[in-house]
């Protein structure tokens, strides 16, 4: 994971068990390690496609002068809740905080506390795609049915796309991305999306073959998965043009392994015959 790190914001703050800490006030200093995924910064080189360090430290700042409150520790849970809430782009983060002029009765330099929390919600790429029975309105319905479960962010226009792979004389297939928020894990996420699946009466007799419904997670976050259930990111997502087309339709700065998912699109093979609807 990619990280961006500032260290030594410092502010007055009144925290303490003391009264004359509470009244008096001292000096605070703040580290924190954001852990975020750069690449799409990095391809667009704008600002709005990464966290802006310096907004970040005045969010800091507001929280050492906030409270009071008696417990550094709670200063530094309160920084971290923070940063997570409002950058959702931050998967975790460290914070340390100092208080080099704690009332301790010794020579002493510094005292820190020292935490890390995590996101609680997750960001996950998921593509539909259905050529049995009626897949226009499967695809509704599938959305909805994900909708019910968790937060979806963005969704993509619908593509006609040829099958690629599997058994010979497929009808054609009807796909879509979406964008979603959620809670779940991983491999909560993907329960769910077989759960629905199973309600469309999907089966998996014939690698490929025609389906009512498939749901596949093609990213979580920036997790990189490979256990005998789930694969992250998706191990052909970069090759096939009915998941990269409609997904740089609907966010056409979108990254995947670092590269801009428009640019995989326009070199995937099967990209050249799909319609846009």
Not at 28 to 36: C, E, K, P, S, T
Not at 38 to 58: M, P, Q, W
Not at 203 to 229: G, H, K, S
């Given at each position: ?124 790429i ?22 019910e ?11 006609i ?100 998912v ?10 050249k015959?799909i319609?846009?609807?």
């Amino acid at each position: 994971m990619d990280r961006i790190s500032i260290f030594g914001i410092s502010a007055t703050g009144y925290h303490g068990v003391f009264d004359h800490e509470k009244r008096d006030g001292q000096k605070f200093i703040i580290d924190v390690v954001l852990h975020v995924d750069i690449s799409r910064a990095a391809a667009s080189d704008n600002v709005l496609d990464t966290v802006h360090y310096g907004e970040v430290s005045e969010l800091v700042v507001e929280h050492i002068q906030a409270g009071p409150w008696d417990l550094i520790e709670k200063l530094g849970n309160e920084i971290a809740q923070a940063i997570l809430a409002t950058y959702r782009s931050v998967l975790e983060v460290d914070v340390v905080v100092h208080k080099p002029q704690a009332p301790i009765p010794v020579p002493f330099t510094d005292v820190t506390i020292s935490l890390n929390r995590k996101q609680k919600q997750h960001t996950a790429i998921i593509a539909l795609g259905a050529n049995l029975g009626d897949p226009q309105a499967t695809l509704a319905q599938a959305l909805k049915d994900l909708g019910e479960e968790l937060e979806i962010l963005k969704v993509s226009p619908v593509a006609i796309t040829k099958p690629v792979g599997g058994p010979p004389e497929q009808p054609d297939y009807t796909n879509q991305v979406i964008e979603v928020r959620t809670e779940r894990s991983a491999h909560e996420l993907l329960d769910l999306c077989q759960s629905i699946e199973a309600k469309h009466h999907r089966t998996r007799t014939v690698r490929w073959e025609a389906r009512t419904l498939d749901l596949d997670l093609i990213t979580f976050d920036q997790l990189r998965l490979n256990d005998e259930r789930l694969t992250l990111p998706h191990p052909r997502a970069a090759i096939r043009g009915f998941v990269l087309a409609p997904w740089s339709w609907m966010d056409p700065d979108a990254v995947l392994e670092g590269q801009l998912v428009s640019r995989l699109a326009a070199d995937a093979a099967d990209t050249k015959d799909i319609i846009r609807l």
